[in-house]
């Protein structure tokens, strides 16, 4: 093991007494190119070794830091990242498939909060929708004061849309009929009028509603606190790391220590993203219960008395149920509509079934009518239940998504690598490109492969049945083959190939590609810690910063410390970014916990509180929240004028605001039946500030049509899936 203080001893002794003729240590002097900091001086430091001379007078192998400063790096994130790990969202008793949710939290960091921050700003919109239901000074109590005994409008829309954001954790049955799930979705989750048995009251399915939403808020994980003390601990951490690096200017080890805890601050963001994104204590049973009560409504509405009666009370026509007959198909819609968990970005190319139902009422008559839309529960209700003129399904990508990713890749770069391209460095690089192909692979399987198809056809004929074909005839004319060993082996593959073919090319991409690449990167994570806890860098090859092509000397004179102000600048624009995308990202979630913690508290009361606190809240930091939205809108607007393109002026998204429209802001119905089309809801705009921004709206109001994601080719359904 080599001792880096006594070899700089020797080679500047060397050095600085020629007299000695030490050539065989002199022959060493580094008399190349200098890269970083050593490049702005103006003379030749002189005690600069190459790295040869590196292994020939210092040895191989690296020499590891002592105990104390292992010790040091331990107690100061080690534990505090094993702790945040702890208070992930697990699920009980699945040792296999917390095994996998990990790896690819650590391993695929950025899918996991892209996914991860789609599923809040879904439910965000949920609880935005209930919050803009009613007038900012009215919060109705839980039952009706016209109708004693029968639940007020507004605690009917506070369950659905909770349920709604619960179903969006969960995911659908591949290659189901999307536009077919999409109607009996809406219908459960916003019809008061089904009967679901002949000999009940209509309040059967709103009851349903309640005392499903009632059980899966009593089953919502809590200890938000212990993931909170964690955090914090993190924070003291950095700070202690900041401190000690900046009291110790240009020490190597401190220096190391912070960027070790940057290359980390990603970590307790995820892990605080999944307090918003709660998971249920049991998520199957909460599975069982969602699709139980989503077959109690698909049987009503293929009994013909009571979809007659539905029909009759709702004034619509036979045709607007043609489509239930696709519901009688037992293999896509009985018990199992949901198949497993996927919030927190466990499941790849999830999407969820909220977005398509949310967007489309929103830019049917949501949008336009603003707060206390739900003013007519008749008319707010239909709408909900018949959606737009043209549905898409659950299946259609909205490209607003991207900026839930572009917010994910720009806090897993928060971290700042070292000057120069070393070990150290190269380690944070890697593991950052590791995650940018492995999500780039994601997003691009998911995109261009449609779910659950075979291999695209210009790669058939590379399929292992072919090759396999091949092989066994090539091993049938050979006359030396041992056929014993071969028929077991033969067997075992013909088992291998009928798994495989099985298998759709999604699958295919993620048992062999995606699962491996993640499990590597997760254990390259690790190794970096690892290293870096205890020294496995300090050896001569990384301490030369060979990897960029550049370098190959170190200077005995810096091999510890180097002078503070070569390294002020770096520390400063590091540090100063790691905190502010890390602070920014704690900021964010913080306010959409507290602003829709009203959709899931169980006690109706407390949530009223909360939900006059969210207003109170969002009323007085209007302004300051409106700044991002009118520079990112301004600015698409600006990119869409200099490509030519017109962009439109109507909105789709709901907007918060504490004004309620005077006039014309609710659409109305007219015509019959199937024949049910909106009118009116002219927009008028108030002198007040609160709608200035509405012509500029959320990131990516101003894109075109939804874009239907890959969807699948099924027979015997007709529309898009």
Not at 140 to 166: A, C, K, N
Not at 314 to 319: E, G, M, S, V
Not at 412 to 425: E, N
Not at 604 to 624: A, D, N, P, Q
Request: proline content about 4%.
């Amino acid at each position: 093991m080599p001792n880096f203080s006594n070899c700089s001893n020797t080679f500047i002794r060397a050095i600085d007494n020629p007299s000695l003729n030490l050539w065989e240590l002199t022959q060493f002097s580094y008399n190349g190119s200098f890269n970083g900091s050593l490049s702005e001086i103006d003379y030749r430091p002189p005690h600069i070794i190459t790295l040869a001379g590196c292994r020939e007078i210092c040895g191989a192998g690296s020499e590891y830091y002592e105990w104390k400063d292992s010790s040091a790096t331990i107690t100061t994130w080690v534990l505090p990242v094993m702790g945040l790990l702890l208070q992930a969202p697990y699920e009980s008793n699945e040792f296999w498939r917390t095994l996998r949710a990990l790896a690819r939290w650590l391993g695929n960091p950025i899918a996991s909060l892209s996914y991860t921050l789609w599923n809040i700003k879904t439910t965000s919109k949920c609880a935005l929708m209930v919050d803009m239901a009613t007038k900012y000074e009215q919060i109705p109590g839980l039952y009706d004061e016209e109708s004693p005994g029968q639940r007020s409008q507004f605690s009917q829309i506070r369950d659905s849309m909770y349920i709604l954001s619960v179903m969006n954790q969960y995911e659908i049955k591949r290659r189901m009929p999307s536009i077919e799930a999409e109607k009996l979705l809406r219908v459960a989750l916003f019809s008061d009028s089904l009967k679901l048995t002949a000999d009940e009251n209509t309040s059967g399915l709103v009851q349903q509603r309640y005392e499903l939403a009632t059980l899966i808020r009593k089953g919502r994980r809590k200890g938000v606190v212990p993931v909170f003390i964690s955090l914090l601990w993190f924070i003291f951490s950095l700070e202690i790391s900041i401190q000690q690096a900046y009291g110790e200017l240009g020490a190597n080890r401190t220096a190391h220590n912070m960027a070790l805890g940057c290359l980390l601050s990603w970590l307790p963001v995820l892990i605080l993203t999944s307090i918003v994104d709660r998971n249920p204590i049991a998520a199957d049973s909460i599975l069982h219960e969602l699709n139980s009560f989503l077959d109690r409504v698909r049987s009503a509405l293929l009994d013909v008395n009571l979809r007659t009666a539905y029909i009759q009370d709702t004034n619509k026509h036979q045709d607007d149920f043609a489509w239930t007959t696709a519901l009688d198909s037992e293999d896509y819609f009985r018990l199992d509509f949901f198949t497993e968990f996927a919030g927190q970005g466990r499941l790849r190319w999830h999407y969820g079934v909220a977005h398509s139902i949310i967007a489309s009422i929103e830019g049917s008559f949501m949008a336009a009518a603003g707060r206390n839309w739900l003013k007519d529960a008749e008319l707010a209700r239909t709408k909900m239940i018949l959606g737009p003129e043209k549905l898409f399904g659950l299946r259609w990508f909205d490209f607003r998504m991207l900026w839930q990713i572009i917010s994910s890749i720009c806090i897993l770069v928060d971290f700042t690598p070292t000057v120069g391209l070393g070990c150290r460095s190269g380690g944070f690089l890697i593991f950052g490109v590791l995650s940018f192909a492995i999500f780039s692979v994601e997003l691009l399987v998911w995109c261009l492969v449609n779910d659950g198809t075979a291999s695209p056809g210009r790669f058939r004929k590379y399929s292992l049945a072919r090759l396999s074909s091949r092989v066994e005839r090539h091993l049938s004319r050979s006359d030396s083959h041992n056929w014993g060993p071969y028929m077991v082996s033969k067997l075992r593959f013909r088992q291998f190939l009928r798994w495989y073919s099985r298998l759709s090319f999604r699958d295919r991409i993620e048992i062999f590609i995606l699962n491996p690449s993640e499990a590597i990167n997760a254990g390259w994570l690790v190794y970096v810690v690892i290293a870096q806890t205890f020294g496995w860098y300090r050896n001569c090859s990384c301490m030369v910063s060979i990897w960029g092509g550049r370098g190959g000397y170190i200077d005995f004179d810096w091999i510890e410390n180097c002078p503070a102000n070569e390294v002020n600048v770096y520390w400063g624009f590091g540090i100063g970014t790691s905190l502010f995308v890390m602070c920014t990202a704690f900021a964010f979630i913080v306010v959409e916990y507290c602003t829709q913690s009203h959709l899931s508290t169980v006690d109706y009361e407390e949530s009223r509180r909360g939900l006059r606190w969210t207003r109170w809240f969002k009323k007085h930091t209007y302004l300051v929240r409106s700044i991002p939205r009118k520079f990112i809108g301004c600015g698409i607007h600006l990119w869409l004028k200099t490509m030519g393109k017109k962009a439109f002026h109507e909105r789709r998204s709901l907007l918060w605001t504490w004004k309620t429209k005077e006039q014309g802001g609710l659409p109305t119905l007219e015509g019959q039946g199937s024949n049910l089309h909106l009118s009116g809801g002219s927009r008028s705009r108030e002198s007040d500030d609160a709608f200035e921004s509405d012509d500029i709206g959320e990131p990516g109001d101003v894109l075109m049509e939804p874009l239907e994601l890959a969807p699948p080719v099924q027979e015997g359904w007709s529309g898009p899936l």
